[in-house]
């Protein structure tokens, strides 16, 4: 019993009848008090750790070496770029930031919501910059989203997408970037607050606020009602990037409104003040998407507002031939494993960017116009000898009105 009394913890030199507890090991000796305080090092050790390794996974780059690398897939849109670039790299370096830093100043997230008519490349640049981070981005579409209880998707189902493209590892897909395409579809159908429950409107709009202020969610890996008995796993959004895109159609007529209201009476705009009514989306504000339909509450979740202009016809001429994966580009690689030389002659190429702007389709139009001109190239070529295929506009011409592109007409 005294030789008892006489062991001591080997780290702090407390008597055995000073501890709770003293475990024993080969040569030494160890007390409660010293294994929490050795299991609270541990464990900010760990913490420290992980935000190193976050570091040297995550190769943060500057806003202007953002914007040079979405130069390379995507025509003009200055701006969106720009906005686009400062937001990504702000939410970053908030991630970056030691999780167990002194300093009381918490960076927020700002998620960002691009407005811009279909075909402007809006998914484009989101996609274009999770490519260059590598980090995990899911694309979901706002339209089939209902609330909780309702036939359609639950908005837990945007995380179960997010999850799959980090393959199930939670940890990476907390810091991916969900982009939410067609967020003006669930604006609320009415002025004034639904008596009636709107629930693929409003509703979603409620449910979705969670999502991206940050919270812990429990997400069904499988998605969600189908698989009721499966285990949910909790991922926590606060360092989700979210970006919302839409088409707002009609919302130009909610700007004019707006804008022209404020030019009447002795404070009315100066003439230099001009307003460019051909690009009227540049003066949106987040009022305008209040006005729309979207709840006060999820506008001021999507901070970073920004737009994508219309493209006009230099723009889709450049976007046909320049960026990186241009779709011209890509023709030329598709008929180049078959060993055939293409090209397109200029006269071709303004003759497919004029069709693309009487049918207003963007830059998918383009796309379209091009699968209807090589069809039948790119189907009887690979059976052939022939080594070349050089378009002209009159080749481009024949191979159009053999198609029932030719019964589209520009929208009025």
Avoid: W
């Amino acid at each position: 019993m005294a030789k008892d009394e006489n062991l001591e913890c080997s780290f702090c030199g407390r008597k055995k009848s000073e501890t709770n507890l003293l475990i024993a090991g080969m040569d030494a000796h160890i007390c409660d008090s010293c294994i929490e305080q050795a299991h609270g090092i541990v464990e900010e050790e760990l913490l420290y750790a992980e935000s190193l390794n976050l570091s040297n996974e995550l190769v943060l780059k500057k806003p202007l070496e953002i914007k040079t690398f979405l130069d390379q897939y995507i025509i003009g849109q200055e701006a969106t770029k720009k906005s686009m670039s400062v937001a990504v790299y702000n939410h970053y370096k908030r991630l970056l930031q030691v999780k167990n830093d002194d300093n009381d100043v918490e960076i927020e997230k700002s998620n960002i919501i691009l407005v811009g008519d279909t075909g402007t490349g809006k998914t484009l640049i989101a996609r274009t910059i999770a490519k260059m981070l590598d980090v995990p981005f899911s694309i979901v579409d706002a339209t089939v989203l209902t609330q909780a209880g309702y036939v359609g998707e639950d908005v837990e189902s945007i995380l179960s997408r997010l999850l799959q493209a980090a393959d199930y590892d939670v940890t990476k897909a907390e810091r991916g970037i969900v982009f939410i395409d067609e967020i003006d579809k669930i604006a609320r159908k009415g002025d004034n607050p639904s008596i009636t429950r709107d629930v693929s409107g409003e509703g979603v709009q409620q449910a979705l606020l969670k999502l991206l202020e940050g919270a812990v969610v429990n997400v069904a890996p499988k998605g969600g009602r189908k698989h009721p008995e499966q285990k949910f796993t909790e991922v926590n959004t606060k360092d989700i990037l979210f970006i919302a895109g839409g088409a707002f159609a009609g919302i130009e007529r909610m700007i004019s409104k707006r804008l022209n209201m404020q030019a009447v009476g002795f404070s009315a705009s100066l003439s230099e003040d001009k307003i460019n009514e051909d690009h009227i989306l540049q003066y949106i504000i987040p009022s305008d998407l209040k006005s729309f339909g979207l709840i006060p509450e999820i506008v001021g979740r999507l901070p970073v507002l920004s737009h994508m202009n219309p493209l006009d016809e230099e723009m889709l001429r450049l976007i046909l031939t320049e960026p990186k994966n241009s779709i011209i580009k890509q023709y030329k690689k598709l008929f180049e494993m078959d060993g055939v030389h293409f090209e397109v002659q200029d006269d071709a190429l303004q003759y497919i960017v004029g069709k693309a702007v009487e049918y207003k389709l963007g830059a998918r139009g383009l796309r379209s116009l091009c699968e209807a001109i090589l069809t039948d190239a790119m189907f009887e070529l690979p059976s052939t000898d022939e080594k070349e295929l050089i378009v002209s506009k009159e080749y481009a011409e024949i191979k159009l009105t053999k198609t029932t592109l030719k019964k589209l007409r520009a929208v009025s």
